[in-house]
């Protein structure tokens, strides 16, 4: 955990250092080459579930990443947005590649082991039904611990209530396969022996619906911070496993956290 809390801060102090000599770049994106990119970095702490079904919480740093063409509008980032970029966007459908990381777990529960880290890879398409409201489709392939597929499904209302300040939020919802869930929410035969809890093996299908909101403020075109909190309830299958239901498990899972990003004009990329 604290070499997590030091790349976190390593990644802040990098960022600070370097925002005056990049300023003069980022402040006036619109003004830059046509070939230049604006790129967005960053990273929020935030509070999770200590393993998935838990009713106890671990600090974890999570990283943000963003690319836009200079001149264009703000692209808007939800705090469980999969990390991507846009291949195409004419500003009311926006398609390209994404990815997120899952953290590896120790120890969920005496006699269950530990499970390793899952990468998910894969496509998004965001879709604008109004200029203040987005809907997004994720679907990825996990590598990894967890090698199923996850889909993921928001809506996000945008309001801004000044010119720095934009509050947003909406539903959620997530589909897995097993594959996806098995090592977070199946019990094998030995660890069921080794555990005390009964096998269970967890099937394909809605795993949470929930909702979200966050308050992001805007110091500057270069500098930015946000605040979150989302609710997921675990449903079907998934909330029926006793590492849910069984001593130090809930159905309701929580998410909190705050992020610092920072916008620069990048040139000399490969596309």
Known sequence: MGRKFGS????????????????????????????????????DVRA????PGSND??????????????????????PLDGIGFALFDNGVFGIGPVGSLVWSQSQKINGLGNVGMTLNLGGYVDYWAMPWLRTRAEVMQGVGAGDGITANLFMDAILPLSSALTLSGGPRARYVTSETAAPYFSITPAQSLASGLPQYHVGTGWQSVGAGTQLKYRFNPVWATYGFVEYQRLIGSTANSPIVNGPGGSE????????????????????
């Open 252 to 271: 309701n899972q929580w998410i909190f956290g705050v992020g610092v990003i920072y916008s620069f004009a990048m040139t000399g990329l490969p596309f």
């Open 8 to 43: 976190v801060v390593l990644l802040l102090g990098l960022m600070f250092a370097s925002a005056s000599q990049a300023a003069d770049l980022a402040v006036q994106p619109g003004a830059a080459a046509p070939s230049t990119w604006i790129v967005t970095i960053g990273a």
């Open 57 to 78: 919480f671990v600090v974890l740093p999570v990283p943000y990443f963003d690319l836009s063409k200079p001149g264009s509008p703000e692209r808007f980032h939800g």
């Open 48 to 51: 999770v579930p200590r393993y």
